[in-house]
Each structure stands twice: as structure tokens, then as C-alpha cells.
T-cell receptor, first 110, second 115 residues
Framework: SQQGEEDPQALSIQEGENATMNCSYK?????LQWYRQNSGRGLVHLIL?????REKHSGRLRVTLDTSKKSSSLLITASRAADTASYFC??????????FGTGTSLTVIP | NAGVTQTPKFRVLKTGQSMTLLCAQD?????MYWYRQDPGMGLRLIHY???????AKGEVPDGYNVSRLKKQNFLLGLESAAPSQTSVYFC??????????????FGAGTRLSVL
């Protein structure tokens, strides 16, 4: 069964606006990662947040983690057309395996 | 530095045929993974390897076999393809990191259709 579930499934915004997507998971984790996938390509790592961290920034990305609610959010500020992609959260599980969520498809309209 | 390379990029099989997908990485990573991606399902782990000569089952291993004879290569085999195996297959690799902080590097994917 899937560990991570992102919402919304799809999001469409105007260039310059902020985009927020959420991830919920089921069991305790060591860390949570966010990946981006451009159409027809492999996933690319964006950011990792450890279970003892609450917020992390990387450029225009801001990630929060609430372990009590088993949820995380990814905020992309001042979005650009090039941010159009699918975004996935990934959580670790035993045995060096990782669960990926079902993804949020983001469209940024120029 | 090519990163993670998957071959082939596309393949069409008939039901019952067999094939092998090849994944090669040049980053000296210990860990390698095979995922499948289906619409609405996200990525699901098929098999993975924590080092040369070792493999382990993931979430959806049935109908697939793997081998890791060399550290840089991870092969995924379909012995008798079924239409349910129509999917996009991704290989990934990573260094080991404490507390599962492995950052995975993905290949571009193999699009497989089984008729």
C-alpha cells in the first residue's frame, strides 16, 4: 500500500503565484524527501527534511514537516513556467526502501 | 559523468515474451532500485540491491527477477511478460546514508508495452 499521498492531485496557477502541495504518510519516518518529475523524465531530488526538523528552505522551496500529523508541505514561491512538473514526496521504510506518493501535477501558466 | 543510464528507452513485447532491462550507474553507488510507475499509482518498488551480489524484494516483485553481478549494473528481467506489466520502469541508485538519508538518482525510464 502507498505510504505517501499528495494533495491536490493537480494544481494550476499563474506564473508568479505561490504553489503549495501537501503530503500525508502513515508510519513513523527518519526523513521525508521531495522529488520533481518533468514530463517523460526521471525524478530529480529537490530537498530532504529530517524527522527532527520542522522547516527547511532551498532557494524558492520551503518544506515543512509535522510529525504529529504525519504530514509535510512543499511551497514553491514566485512560480515560473519551468516549475511545471509532477512533485512527489518519498518516505523511508525499513530495509532501505522508500515509499513514493502518487504525486501532484503542477501547471504554471505563463 | 552519465549518472544513471537505462536501456532500452522503449520496448513493445507480446504476451509471454521475455526481456531484460539494463541499468548502469557510474557514481559508485552501493544501492540500486527498480520501480514501476503507473498512472495514479505513483512509483512502486519492484526489487532493490544494497550491494554487489545482493538483491531483495520490494513492494511488487512478482513476475520480475533481478541480478547485480557488478556494482555498476542492475538488471531487471521479465521471464514471461503479461499485459499487467505494461508500465514505465525507472532505475535509481544512491549512496548509503545514516538514518535513510539516501538521495536517489534516477534514470530516464523505460516505457514498456505488453500486447
Amino acid at each position: 500500500s502507498q505510504q505517501g499521498e499528495e494533495d491536490p492531485q493537480a494544481l494550476s496557477i499563474q506564473e508568479g503565484e505561490n504553489a503549495t502541495m501537501n503530503c500525508s504518510y502513515k508510519t513513523s519516518i527518519n526523513n521525508l524527501q521531495w522529488y520533481r518529475q518533468n514530463s517523460g523524465r526521471g525524478l530529480v531530488h529537490l530537498i530532504l527534511i529530517r524527522s527532527n526538523e520542522r522547516e527547511k528552505h532551498s532557494g524558492r522551496l520551503r518544506v515543512t514537516l509535522d510529525t504529529s500529523k504525519k504530514s509535510s508541505s512543499l511551497l514553491i514561491t514566485a512560480s515560473r513556467a519551468a516549475d511545471t512538473a509532477s512533485y512527489f514526496c518519498a518516505t523511508d521504510r525499513a530495509g532501505n526502501q522508500f515509499y513514493f506518493g502518487t504525486g501532484t501535477s503542477l501547471t504554471v501558466i505563463p | 559523468n552519465a549518472g544513471v543510464t537505462q536501456t532500452p528507452k522503449f520496448r513493445v513485447l507480446k504476451t509471454g515474451q521475455s526481456m531484460t532491462l539494463l541499468c548502469a550507474q557510474d557514481m559508485n553507488h552501493e544501492y540500486m532500485y527498480w520501480y514501476r510507475q503507473d498512472p495514479g499509482m505513483g512509483l512502486r518498488l519492484i526489487h532493490y540491491s544494497v550491494g554487489e551480489g545482493t538483491t531483495a524484494k520490494g513492494e511488487v516483485p512478482d513476475g520480475y527477477n533481478v541480478s547485480r553481478l557488478k556494482k555498476q549494473n542492475f538488471l531487471l528481467g521479465l521471464e514471461s511478460a503479461a499485459p499487467s506489466q505494461t508500465s514505465v520502469y525507472f532505475c535509481a541508485s544512491s549512496f548509503w546514508q545514516a538514518l535513510a538519508k539516501n538521495i536517489q538518482y534516477f534514470g530516464a525510464g523505460t516505457r514498456l508495452s505488453v500486447l
